[in-house]
Every structure is written in structure tokens, then in C-alpha cells.
């Protein structure tokens, strides 16, 4: 049995499914992976009823400890997830390429999550090589005085 914190909830758009470029997925699938994660990957899935995608999802969620969200298209589901990531004390990793600017700043400063900018894909790979997800956690932040996502006890955004 897979323990809830080895889960990792891949959040992205999928209202124009057909339209994306999912090879973000793949780096992401490897990269939770190779830090001995189960990735919940909803963009992998077979097309579904909005109900049975809802409940799933949720699912997923409830059973996950972090969240990695392709924050490239705007998406309701996806703002849903980091919002539920936020009531729950999850910490988010939201991946951006600069020529999507500018975000969501309701996402961008919410507490919970943190940034990764790039201009390709070979930058983002890179990035995430410093992330460790054991390590990424939300920390009362002694600096700010707020909770916050800490990698390595170092506040994220301060």
C-alpha cells in the first residue's frame, strides 16, 4: 500500500485537451518518480463524465501530499485543486513558461505555492532537480509570520 505522503497529485488544463502540449506531463510523471513518488496524473485519463472526473479527482487529492500544477493555461479545476491544496496545508509547485505570463496572482500568492518559471523544457527539468518533495513542506515562517511552502526549512516566499 502506497503511503499518502508518497502520493503527488499532477495538476493541468484539460478543457482544450486536444489543443495542449502534454509533454510537460511526462517530465513531471518522471520527475515524481524518480523521488519515489506515485503521481496522480488526470491528463493521462481516459475522457470521463464531468461527475466521475469531479469525484475522481477528488479522490486523487484526498490522497495526495503535494501538488505539481502546469499552471499554463487557464483553468478552473486546476485554481480549484490549488485552492484546495490551500485549505489543506498542501504544498503546490506550479510550473510556468514566461511566454504564458502573467498568472493567476491570486495562485502566484497563495502561500502554499511556489513559482517555477522557464523558457524551456530542458530549464524546467533542471529546476525541478533542485526540489526535493520530501523537503517541501508548508512551515510556520518566523521571517514573514505566516505559513508558508519551506524547502529545506528555507521559506519560499520571503
Not at 491570486?106 to 523558457?119: F, I, K, R
Amino acid at each position: 500500500m502506497i503511503k499518502r505522503e508518497k502520493n503527488v497529485y499532477i495538476a493541468c488544463s484539460m478543457i482544450k485537451a486536444t489543443q495542449l502540449d502534454f509533454s510537460l506531463l511526462d517530465i513531471l510523471v518522471k520527475f515524481a518518480e524518480s523521488q519515489g513518488y506515485n503521481p496522480f496524473v488526470p491528463g493521462k485519463m481516459e475522457d470521463a463524465t464531468s461527475k466521475e472526473v469531479f469525484e475522481r479527482d477528488m479522490n486523487w487529492l484526498q490522497q495526495s501530499a503535494r501538488i505539481i500544477a502546469d499552471v499554463n493555461e487557464p483553468s478552473h479545476g486546476v485554481g480549484m485543486e490549488i485552492m484546495y491544496a490551500l485549505q489543506n496545508d498542501m504544498p503546490v509547485i506550479c510550473l510556468l513558461n514566461e511566454k504564458n505570463r502573467p498568472l493567476s496572482r491570486m495562485v502566484e500568492g497563495s502561500p502554499n505555492t511556489v513559482v517555477l518559471m522557464y523558457h524551456s523544457k530542458a530549464e524546467i527539468e533542471e529546476k525541478l532537480n533542485k526540489f526535493n518533495l520530501d523537503k517541501t513542506k508548508i512551515l510556520f515562517c518566523s521571517n514573514c509570520d505566516n505559513k508558508t511552502i519551506h524547502l529545506d526549512n528555507y521559506c519560499l516566499k520571503c
